[in-house]
C-alpha cells in the first residue's frame, strides 16, 4: 500500500513538518520541525537575526515564508546540507512523541509519499514526478526507530 499524506488535518497528517509537534534541539526548542528546517537556511549568514524570527512566528507557513524569502541571504552551502538538516528535525520529532512514533511504526513496510502539488523535491509534485524525499526520510526513520527498538530489547534480554 501507499500513504500519502499533506496537510495536517488530513490523514496522516501527523507525518508533516507543518504538524504541531514541538522539537528541541542543541537547546533550541522549535514549535515544528518546519519552523526548524526553515530558520536553518541562515545560519552564518548576514540575515542571522531572521533565525529567532522563525523560531517565533505562529504558524509553520509564516515560517516557511520567511524561509523562502529569495531576497534574504541563505547560507551558500544549503543544497549540501538540507537534507541532514531535515533528518535531525524527522527524527528528534519521532523520537520525542511517541503517540506519533505509534503511527510511523505501524504503517508497516507501506511507501510513504509526501502528496505536494507543488514540491517536485520533498514531496512528489502534480504529477507523481518529484523524488519525494520526505516520503522516503520518514520511512528511513521508521526503519532506524526500529532498529534502535531491537537494539534496546537486546540489551534487556542480555541482562
Ligand atoms: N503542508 C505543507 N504546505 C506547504 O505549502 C508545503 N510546501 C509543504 N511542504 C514542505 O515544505 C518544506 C520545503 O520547503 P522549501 O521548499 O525547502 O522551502 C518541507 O518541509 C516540505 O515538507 N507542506
Redesign the pocket.
Known amino acids: 500500500m501507499t500513504i500519502y499524506f499533506?496537510?495536517?488535518e488530513e490523514p496522516y497528517g501527523c507525518f508533516?513538518?507543518?504538524s504541531p509537534h514541538p522539537i528541541q534541539i542543541d537547546g533550541w526548542c522549535w514549535q515544528t520541525?518546519?519552523h526548524y528546517?526553515?530558520a536553518h537556511?541562515f545560519v552564518g549568514t548576514t540575515d542571522e537575526a531572521l533565525i529567532r524570527t522563525i523560531k517565533n512566528v505562529s504558524t509553520?507557513?509564516e515560517a516557511?515564508l520567511l524561509?523562502?524569502d529569495r531576497t534574504r541571504n541563505h547560507r551558500p552551502d544549503w543544497e549540501q546540507v538540507?537534507q541532514q538538516i531535515?533528518w535531525r528535525g524527522v527524527l528528534t520529532k519521532f523520537l520525542t512523541h511517541p503517540d506519533i512514533q505509534q503511527i510511523l511504526l505501524n504503517t508497516g513496510e507501506d511507501v510513504i509519499v509526501?502528496d505536494?502539488p507543488?514540491?517536485y523535491?520533498?514531496?512528489c509534485g502534480e504529477d507523481q514526478t518529484g523524488e519525494n524525499h520526505?516520503g522516503k526520510m520518514l520511512m528511513n526513520v521508521r526503519q532506524h526507530i526500529r532498529q534502535h527498538l531491537a537494539q534496546a530489547n537486546c540489551k534487556l534480554v542480555d541482562r
Do not use: C, I
Request: aromatic content about 20%; proline content about 4%; hydrophobic content about 30%.
Open positions: 499533506y496537510k495536517v508533516s513538518n507543518f520541525v518546519e528546517y526553515q537556511k509553520p507557513m516557511a524561509g523562502r538540507k531535515m509526501e505536494s507543488t514540491d523535491y520533498w514531496g520526505l
